[in-house]
């Protein structure tokens, strides 16, 4: 029996076509708010053990929280800086092919994502900084307040299309 059951050709013509998930989504707007796909974000999944503190992120990266003993270095340096960066001290993972950055920013922003989690982000209780793995209606999403009205949203790849679809539902009666 042959090794490969399948003829050499079959396959021969079929070529990967690497695109962001959100390639045809890169900027909407509602009125004053504004909703972007952030295309070329460096996403590291940094595991540690439980109980351990947040490392110092590289320079060029955000750290947010994603669980005890985890974050996510988000950032436009390379990979390969932060790894060097961090050392043997945490696990890096690089998600920036499995994950999407959504950034959305204007004046109603907590309003629009008020319909969705369950999240206080009142400005004293989510401060600027502050981040969190929470539900965006049923999606998994990893919330960080980024400025005075700016989050950004990591979501998986595979979601990222329905929760775009979702905040735009949600912002457009901000739409003028």
Avoid at 113 to 130: R, Y
Avoid at 132 to 154: A, K, M, P, W, Y
Wanted: charged residues 20%.
């Amino acid at each position: 029996m042959s090794e490969n059951a399948l003829p050499d050709s079959v396959l021969a013509d079929f070529h990967l076509v690497r695109r962001p998930a959100l390639a045809t989504k890169a900027v909407e707007r509602f009125g004053v708010l504004t909703l972007e796909t952030v295309f070329d974000a460096t996403i590291l999944h940094v595991l540690g053990k439980p109980g351990d503190v947040a490392p110092m992120p590289p320079q060029g990266f955000d750290l947010r929280n994603a669980g005890p003993g985890q974050w996510f270095a988000v950032g436009h340096a390379s990979a390969d800086h932060a790894a060097a960066t961090f050392g043997p001290t945490a696990f890096l993972v690089d998600q920036s092919h499995g994950r999407t950055l959504i950034r959305i920013s204007g004046a109603p922003v907590r309003n629009v994502l008020a319909k969705g989690t369950a999240l206080d982000l009142h400005p004293d209780q989510f401060a600027i900084g502050s981040a969190t793995t929470t539900l965006i209606g049923h999606i998994s999403v990893n919330l960080c307040r980024t400025g005075e009205d700016q989050f950004e949203l990591l979501v998986l790849r595979g979601f990222a299309e329905s929760l775009w679809d979702e905040l735009a539902g949600m912002a457009r009666e901000f739409q003028e």
